[in-house]
Structures are given as C-alpha cells and as structure tokens.
C-alpha cells in the first residue's frame, strides 16, 4: 500500500466513532423527515376522500322537473279505447 492510502486508513479508523455516528443521525433524519411527508400525504387522502364523500349537495338536494303530460294522455288514451272496445 502506498503511504498516502496507509495515511487515510490511520485517519479513517482515528474517526470512526465520529464518522458511524454522522451517518447514524443522517439516517435518522432521513427516518423522521420520511415519516412526516408519508404522514401528510395520508393525511391529505383522507381528508380528500372525506370530502369528497360527504359533500354540501345533503344540505342542498337538487330537484328535477318531469314533464309527464304526455304519459298521462297515452295512458287516458288506452283506458278510452278499453271503454269504447267494451
């Protein structure tokens, strides 16, 4: 081995402790920060899909118009011709 890689070796075992325990915080952080945005993006589902499902349109009920004339003279109309036929 040459000096230089004899020198790096030395210092990277002189700081081992200080260098596993950077990268122990590292991952912790990592850990912790992932956590928090799969938390959020949960979170955001489900107050989506809540929303979603129990909309203001329970407050409001839409009503729609049928115009059932036409029904009601067909049927007036067979009733008619039952009574003509008897």
């Known amino acids: 081995m040459s000096q230089k890689k004899v020198d790096r070796y ?4 002189a700081n081992r402790k ?10 912790t952080a990592l850990t912790i920060s992932s956590t928090v ?4 993006i949960v979170g955001w589902l ?8 129990h909309k203001e349109d329970e407050k409001t009920p839409t009503q729609t118009e049928v115009d059932l004339s ?7 109309g067979l009733y008619a011709e039952e009574e003509a036929a008897e």
């Open 70 to 76: 036409a029904l009601n003279d067909y049927i007036s």
């Open 46 to 53: 489900g107050y989506s899909a809540f929303g979603y499902f």
């Open 10 to 13: 030395k210092e990277e075992k």
């Open 37 to 40: 945005v799969g938390v959020a």
């Open 18 to 27: 200080k260098i596993m325990k950077r990268e122990k915080m590292k991952r």
